[in-house]
């Protein structure tokens, strides 16, 4: 008796190529979903205190408001106009630049110098480096307050050391030619812990080899510091670099506390003058319009450092 032998005909190649397709967008529309899912809390808060700020100040830097915040009539781009032709606003952006050519390249400086000493392994190196990074846990408004004593006119420390040395005492505060310069003293310390936790997890991520190599070469330690460990920790410079010019371009709370822009506007930097505008002469319009430019300065300065800076940056 003969049986009957069936054999199961394969499917063509273009159906098992467009079945396999719809399961791959299948399996990456749900990864994608997923991953929206997770994303949404984020966003949401990402849109409530960033998109819609933003959208919000475009909004009114095209209306004139009245001191409750509301629109009272269009302008178009005239706010733009007049900020841009007042000298108030340049010479806040001049005291901005002076700002961050004091506290950036500064900060930068002391955080490598402080890296380099505790990078050793000596019996004091845990020490100093907690004491290197303890300003990080300090806040700006704590850090303002313990600066306002030490430039107190008559309880100043640093009044008393100089006094120590024969040097008459500084009007820290209440001088046009310091008073600046004291509020980047006190921004380049209060951002010194973040400085310093970089640029030291930077110089501790650089192998040890090529410090052995180096010494058996007769290598000094300037040398070895100049020629391996600055090329190595660039990325770490870089970004601090990056993040600290951020960072002098939104600094108000020190200014608000020491010294409120003054003496005679020394201390008037941009972001002050937007809170000025805004909240004290209720020009909501105007002061929107200062913070799109601030925004768009920023974008393009930071554009410019990554289009040149990082050309300089050796990453591992």
């Known amino acids: ?29 749900k990864e994608r979903s997923l991953a929206y899912f997770f994303l949404a809390p984020s966003l949401i808060l990402f849109g409530i205190f960033l998109f819609y700020p933003l959208l919000k100040s475009i909004y009114l830097s095209l209306y004139l408001t009245d001191p409750q915040g509301r629109v009272a009539s269009f302008v178009g781009l005239d706010n733009f106009k007049n900020v841009l032709t007042s000298e108030i606003f340049y010479n806040s952006l001049l005291i901005t630049v002076k700002f961050i050519l004091l506290t950036v390249p500064t900060g930068v400086a002391v955080a490598l110098l402080l890296a380099a000493i505790s990078i050793p392994k000596l019996k004091l190196t845990k020490l100093f480096q907690f004491f290197f990074s303890l300003p990080m846990a300090i806040s700006v408004g704590t850090g303002s307050v313990i600066w306002m004593v030490l430039y107190h006119p008559t309880l100043s420390i640093l009044n008393y050391g100089l006094s120590l040395l024969g040097i008459s005492p500084i009007a820290w505060l209440t001088d046009p030619k310091w008073a600046l310069p004291s509020i980047a003293l006190m921004t380049v310390w209060l951002n010194l812990g973040f400085n310093y936790i970089v640029m030291l997890s930077g110089m501790q991520s650089v192998p040890e080899d090529l410090y052995e190599s180096a010494r058996m070469d007769g290598s000094g330690p300037f040398r070895t510091f100049f020629r391996i460990t600055i090329p190595l920790i660039s990325p770490s410079l870089f970004f601090i670099s990056v993040v600290s010019m951020i960072s002098a371009f939104q600094s108000f709370a020190q200014i608000n506390i020491l010294t409120k822009g003054g003496p005679m506007n020394s201390t008037d930097v941009l972001v002050y003058n937007i809170y000025q505008d805004a909240f004290i002469n209720y020009r909501f319009g105007i002061g929107s319009a200062q913070a799109l430019i601030l925004f768009v300065l920023i974008t393009l300065l930071t554009i410019v450092q990554f289009k040149f800076g990082e050309r300089k940056v050796h990453y591992q």
């Open 1 to 29: 008796m003969e049986k009957d032998i069936s054999i199961a005909t394969p499917l063509p190649r273009e159906a098992s190529r467009s079945t396999s397709a719809a399961s791959l967008r299948t399996s990456r529309w």
